[in-house]
């Protein structure tokens, strides 16, 4: 009896009711089953950016014009209702919206598995069906937050000490002289097969989170997640590679730097408006 006692007393709830219960449908996310949907939707969301981004910077392989043409075709975005850039900042701010909720979702799962199990298991967990990109999602997650940090400052702000010789308006020139350092190369790579065990796992798993799971298609869901991953990693990882092989290069240019393709007047002031370079760490003039 005393014995039985002590079991009941050490017993803890598996999750405390929140203390506040927030109004429909934002006391979804304070259940499990809510912050699983949350991650999905927001996987699904992320997922398909990765995938537009890469095939946006596959005109590296067409050459300078080609790819600094892309970049201006996504600064000037819904113009002229929209104004210079206004356009790809709010993707970006829905992007990054995107990106808080899937890592606080996860977070959060993390922290009620734990208090469902507080003991941790007593003996050697059966990972049969946990396969290995499924068991490092945590890490994985980890290393593509660093990266994302990295990208951002790299090859979108051009941060001195981390990015190549940057200049505003070349994106061509902004990756090739990131990649044409070696470590810089292969930190992408590194954290390119990071994201695709993550995303292989992720875009495996986003069916059975939102409750799509028929046995009969898990087949379907493995080689989906499987060609998917594969094209967009193989994407990815070719980039440094080329220019570490020097099959994308500076060699032979003969577009301008830095300039605005068909720039409206009305966006940029001065010489901007005729197309000319605007240059941050090194001179456009070669």
């Known amino acids: 009896m005393q014995h039985a006692t002590e079991r009941s007393q050490s017993v803890r709830p598996i999750r405390k009711r929140p203390t506040r219960q927030l109004p429909f449908p934002l006391n979804l996310y304070q259940t499990a089953v809510g912050k699983k949907w949350v991650m999905a939707i927001t996987g699904i969301a992320l997922l398909g950016y990765i995938f537009a981004h890469m095939i946006g910077n596959l005109k590296l392989y067409y050459g300078p014009a080609d790819m600094n043409a892309y970049g201006d075709w996504l600064r000037h975005l819904g113009y002229p209702i929209l104004q210079n850039s206004q356009a790809l900042w709010l993707m970006r701010t829905g992007l990054l919206a995107a990106f808080v909720l899937h890592i606080h979702a ?31 999602m945590r890490w994985t997650g980890v290393i593509v937050l660093l990266f994302v940090i990295w990208h ?31 470590l810089v190369a292969g930190f992408y790579v590194i954290a390119n097969l990071a994201l695709g065990l993550h995303i292989w796992h992720g875009t495996w798993s986003l069916f059975q989170s939102l409750g799509w799971n028929n046995p009969r298609l898990n087949g379907v869901r493995r080689h989906f997640a499987t060609v998917f991953t594969v094209v967009v990693i193989g994407g990815n990882l070719s980039f440094p590679i080329m220019v570490q092989a020097g099959v994308i290069s500076q060699e032979n240019r003969t577009t301008p730097y830095g300039q605005d393709y068909d720039t409206p007047t009305d966006d940029l002031g001065g010489d901007a408006a005729l197309g000319s370079p605007v240059v941050v760490t090194q001179e456009a003039d070669r």
């Open 106 to 136: 996860a977070y959060s799962l993390t922290m009620m598995n734990r208090a469902a199990r507080p003991t941790g298991y007593q003996s050697q967990r059966d990972y049969i069906t946990a396969d290995f990109a499924g068991r490092t």
């Open 152 to 182: 951002i400052m790299d090859l979108t702000l051009g941060t001195p000490g981390v990015s190549g010789e940057f200049i505003e308006h070349d994106p061509y020139n902004n990756v090739v002289t990131s990649f044409e350092r070696p």
